[in-house]
């Protein structure tokens, strides 16, 4: 599963695969939206140096997590990493779990690799593909400890909420791929989207929130999600976060 094919660089193709442009594409939910980045000197650096390590690349079949990390480990999936700042942390605090990440944006990728590099992380591997469809043919059922999705693109207006990620179809796939007493931890700064995502992961037969009703159904922050620096100019603002736990039962 790990690409140790070539010493070079990987180059980033122009399109990923499963994205827009891609003629391969035909899914109507992804798991981001297309956008322009310049990928500094650093984080191409890391792509020659560490990308090949781990860097994963699509197969289309299904994964052995042993195999990949080397070690047998609990797993946590997280979609749509940005530029890897939460991701880092929470890897560096949790060594003895394995964090399997998907991301598109290229620059996110390399900056992720980067601190990989820095910090001296072993314990993430990361597939630049849409994670819809590594979920649907490469994450076996009911094998993923944990889940993550943190500040998804909320979509604000009306009209485009249809595309936001969190969805009822979507969340059936994480949900059937958890191990039972696996967690999903969404976290949004738009409060719309909060109401959303905890309508949603209500409905699923197979989740159970771990909030009671006295926070509206919301999760105090868990310890391990740091405040990026985003989020605290948010707070400073005056914006609200709120996380979002369940577990499968």
């Known amino acids: 599963m790990i690409d140790t094919s070539s010493s070079n660089p990987p180059i980033p193709p122009a399109v990923p695969e499963g994205a827009p442009g891609d003629p391969s594409h035909h899914r109507t939910i992804r798991s981001f939206v297309r956008r322009t ?3 500094t000197l650093g984080q191409a650096k890391a792509f020659a140096d560490v990308g090949p390590k781990f860097l994963l690349s699509y197969s289309g ?4 997590y042993a195999a990949v990390y080397q070690r047998s480990a609990p797993t946590i999936l997280e979609i749509g990493f940005g530029m890897g700042e939460a991701t ?3 890897a560096a605090l949790m060594p003895e779990k394995n964090f399997l990440c998907c991301e598109v944006h290229t620059p996110g990728v390399g900056a992720l690799l980067k601190r990989i590099d ?3 992380l072993g314990n993430i591997r990361i597939l630049q593909h849409d994670a819809v469809e590594v979920i649907d043919n490469m ?3 009911a094998s993923l400890d944990g889940a993550h999705i ?3 693109d909320p979509w604000h207006k009306k009209k485009h909420n249809k595309r936001r990620l969190i969805q009822a179809p979507l969340i059936a796939k994480l949900a059937a791929r958890l191990k039972p007493g696996g967690y999903l931890h969404c976290a949004t700064d738009w ?3 909060a109401e959303q995502i905890l309508e949603v992961l209500s409905a699923e037969a197979l989740l159970q929130n771990t909030a009671d009703t006295a926070n509206g159904g919301y999760a ?4 391990y999600r740091p405040l990026t620096k985003f989020e605290n100019r948010g707070i400073k603002l005056g914006h609200g976060v709120w996380d979002v736990v369940f577990t499968r039962v």
């Open 37 to 39: 980045g310049r990928t």
């Open 61 to 64: 079949q299904a994964m052995d």
């Open 88 to 90: 880092a942390h929470i």
């Open 118 to 120: 820095e910090q001296a």
């Open 139 to 141: 994450l076996p059922l």
């Open 150 to 152: 943190f500040f998804p």
């Open 191 to 193: 409060q719309p989207y």
């Open 220 to 223: 105090p922050k868990p310890d």
